[in-house]
């Protein structure tokens, strides 16, 4: 009824998912594991994994800074190894990147340090 290639295909899909989602499920099984026997909540634990995304998150919207500086950054050296009077440019826009920088991810990293806070807090901390 069905092609052999298919049933190949099907086979080798399935083999990746496996060598894939086995070894991930098997990290967070012992990850959960030694964070329950260190005493941490369900709460915490969920916590943990929030914080990584919003660290992720923060990095991301750290970007367009980045790329900010870098720009300028080349702007400055190549117009100033040029004997060119508009080096300064490179200047200016690498420091809006510096600016955009913290700007832009201000918001993700105050979010993050208080998951990572609250998840770190030992079993006897309570919110005052």
Avoid at 29 to 34: A, E, G, L, P, V
Avoid at 50 to 75: D, H, K, Q, W
Wanted: aromatic content about 18%; overall charge neutral.
């Amino acid at each position: 009824m069905w092609d052999p290639v298919i049933w190949e295909a099907l086979g080798a899909l399935f083999a990746m998912i496996a060598i894939v989602a086995l070894p991930v499920a098997w990290y967070l099984w012992r990850r959960d594991r030694r964070m329950r026997s260190e005493g941490k909540t369900e709460a915490q634990i969920n916590a943990t994994v929030e914080a990584t995304t919003v660290f992720r998150s923060a990095l991301n919207r750290c970007i367009p800074g980045i790329l900010f500086m870098i720009c300028g950054a080349y702007l400055a050296v190549m117009f100033f190894n040029e004997h060119e009077e508009g080096w300064w440019w490179g200047l200016l826009i690498f420091a809006a990147g510096w600016f955009l920088v913290p700007l832009l991810a201000r918001r993700k990293w105050r979010q993050y340090l208080e998951l990572k806070r609250f998840a770190e807090r030992g079993p006897y901390e309570y919110d005052e």
